[in-house]
């Protein structure tokens, strides 16, 4: 089991390194940097000794260099705009954005847990089929759009729930079954494919035919049984949260990572952009680890592979 | 009796509905302006915020209502699908592409070279496609070649991890074995003798695509890192209309509604292709 914690955590040390690489490159695409430190009128003698104060006439692998040891003593610079270093306002941003992805996950499990086990035991009944319409349409709605309709609907027409916001309970209904609602459909296949294999599995007949009542084994029984290959999955729908969270929070005038980071890319203020994407890279990286790591403990087959 | 017996027999089951969709999306991309109720930037705004036809107040010459500055919403969305079909048709040839390609040089040679490709690939999915978009468009100019290239960044790993996994398998046959000794130069094996065999993958793969690519570009366009003004793209639309979202319910409505439809047709007809195609890919 060390061996495969080792192995995963260096594949993901691997790839928050590349996940870095790329970030400071893309970066560098928009221009010199100089050019945003100084006022245009600069004199060239001034250019050149910003550039040699910064670092910046050296070639490029010994600028990431500089850039990754600041990175990693958590010196991304200063924010522009918040004029605070751009560390401490993603960390600050950062509670709230768990906070949504949680309640967004809370709401997809809610909804699929439900309907994939009733979709397996009435199998091609009427919740099957309007499951599986409601699974396409979700697919094909973007998560702006549903959170566009939910506010129009239930913040505007019926006035239940505010529109934007954060502080009360009410103010992360609409925003986590806008985040919510996209990872529904998928998560309901799993919940149904996975009760369908158990409920025709022999300890489930043996149940049945010692006269265990049919609630029982289906929610208890069974259900327990097909809950793992959805509970293996959570971390992959928590770092697909972290990447709608984007958009939700940008509509919903949610004070998260994501909304923080949009805002930088209209002020152009750079160090809150690259703190930003590299703290939900590092976040989804970690997510994608958990996962690995609870097939791991489900099934040694997997820790025992190469 | 089936309601499509008087098909000719070719076309019996066909997915019509969502071709029929598609089709439409095609035809006001290619020929919108001669078709168009109206110019979509005409500015009237005597007819600002005039709700669709069944609605009280309501004019029949505006089918699906007019915006806040009185520009008539279906010949937006008539000339915003140009918009999607354009970027679908460029970041799936692109992405499509240089995922098979990598794909197969992974598949085909393995060893290091497979090695690095598929670090490469894991560290392309460590950065989640949003992130990634946001800080392109911070760095380069938004606008209708920054979505390509980002959709393109993110999605060549998906199609390379797929198409690897079916070179490995196909390496194996004598076939290709028997290519090798007769002395077949290794680009010949990969157009004659590869490809052919992952061309149906490839294509189940593209389609399928196309929704992910229409909620993605709109998705970009809406935060404004997308395709800009006068320029007209739905996400676009949805972004203006959310500014006066408590006059016109409508406004907000029916671009989504495009998309949705669009996706909708494009997911079915895919599905309906890979069951008949490759039915292998149903995990997807």
Redesign the interface.
């Known amino acids: 089991m060390w061996r495969f914690l080792t192995r995963r955590a260096w594949?993901g040390a691997?790839?928050?390194l590349?996940?870095s690489i790329?970030?400071f490159l893309?970066?560098?695409?928009?221009g010199d940097p100089i050019l945003i430190l100084l006022p245009n009128d600069a004199s060239q003698s001034l250019i050149e000794e910003t550039r040699r104060t910064y670092g910046l006439d050296r070639p490029l692998w010994v600028q990431y260099g500089i850039w990754a040891q600041k990175a990693l003593a958590g010196d991304f610079g200063r924010s522009y705009r918040w004029e605070m270093p751009a560390l401490r306002l993603i960390l600050e941003r950062l509670p709230a954005t768990i906070e949504l992805a949680v309640f967004g996950l809370l709401f997809s499990v809610a909804i699929a847990v439900p309907v994939g086990v009733l979709s397996a035991v009435h199998r091609g009944g009427w919740i099957d089929r309007v499951g599986r319409v409601f699974a396409?349409?979700g697919?094909?709605?973007?998560?702006?759009?549903v959170g566009?309709?939910l506010?129009?609907v239930f913040a505007?027409h019926l006035n239940w729930l505010p529109a934007f916001g954060h502080g009360t309970p009410a103010h992360v209904v609409l925003p986590a079954i806008a985040l919510g609602w996209y990872p529904v459909a998928a998560q309901t296949r799993i919940v149904r494919s996975a009760m369908l294999d158990v409920l025709d599995s022999d300890h489930v007949r043996l149940s049945r035919a010692l006269g265990t009542p049919e609630r029982l084994i289906v929610w208890k029984y069974a259900l327990r049984n097909a809950a793992v290959p959805l509970l293996t999955m959570l971390g992959v729908y928590f770092?697909a949260m972290?990447?709608?969270a984007?958009?939700v929070e940008?509509?919903f005038a949610w004070p998260g990572v994501g909304r923080t980071?949009?805002e930088?890319?209209?002020s152009?203020d750079?160090p809150v952009?690259?703190a930003?994407?590299l703290f939900?890279?590092i976040l989804?990286?970690l997510s994608?680890l958990l996962v690995d790591l609870s097939y791991g403990l489900v099934d040694p087959r997997i820790r025992d592979a190469r | 009796m089936r309601a499509d017996g008087w098909l000719p027999e070719w076309a019996r089951g066909l997915p019509w509905l969502p071709i029929l969709v598609l089709l439409a999306v095609g035809v006001c991309a290619l020929a919108g302006e001669t078709i168009m109720p109206f110019d979509p930037n005409e500015l009237d705004l005597g007819a600002a915020f005039v709700p669709p036809p069944w609605q009280e107040g309501g004019k029949t010459a505006y089918l699906l209502g007019a915006d806040n500055l009185g520009r008539d919403i279906l010949s937006r969305i008539m000339a915003g699908s140009r918009v999607s079909v354009i970027v679908a048709f460029y970041a799936i040839l692109f992405s499509g592409s240089i995922g098979a390609l990598i794909g197969m040089v992974a598949g085909y040679f393995g060893g290091p070279v497979d090695a690095v490709l598929m670090?490469?690939i894991?560290?392309q999915?460590?950065?989640?496609?949003?992130?990634?978009a946001?800080?392109?468009?911070?760095?380069?100019e938004p606008g209708l070649w920054t979505v390509v290239v980002v959709i393109v960044l993110t999605y060549w790993a998906w199609y390379a991890r797929i198409i690897r996994g079916e070179i490995m398998a196909l390496k194996g046959r004598d076939y290709i074995a028997f290519a090798r000794v007769a002395g077949v130069s290794t680009p010949v094996i990969f157009l004659r003798h590869l490809l052919p065999n992952i061309f149906n993958t490839l294509v189940v793969l593209a389609t399928l695509q196309v929704?992910q690519v229409i909620?993605f570009e709109?998705?970009l366009s809406?935060?404004?890192?997308g395709i800009q003004q006068p320029d007209i793209s739905w996400?676009l639309m949805?972004s203006d209309?959310?500014q006066y979202?408590?006059n016109a319910?409508w406004a907000?409505?029916m671009p989504?509604l495009a998309?949705?439809?669009t996706?909708?047709s494009a997911?079915?007809f895919g599905d309906w292709l890979r069951d008949r195609l490759d039915p292998q890919l149903r995990q997807l």
Not at chain 1, 139 to 145: E, I, R, S, Y
């Open positions: 594949q691997i790839s928050i590349g996940a790329i970030i893309i970066s560098r695409l928009s396409m349409l697919q094909a709605m973007p998560t702006f759009w566009l309709l506010i129009l505007i770092a972290l990447g709608g984007f958009v940008t509509i980071v949009v930088a890319v209209f152009r750079f952009v690259q930003g994407v939900t890279s989804f990286v994608n | 670090r490469l894991e560290i999915q460590s950065v989640p496609s949003i992130a990634l946001l800080i392109l468009a911070a760095a380069l929704g909620l709109a998705s809406f935060l404004g890192l996400g949805l209309a959310r979202i408590t319910w907000i409505t989504g998309i949705m439809l996706c909708l997911n079915v």
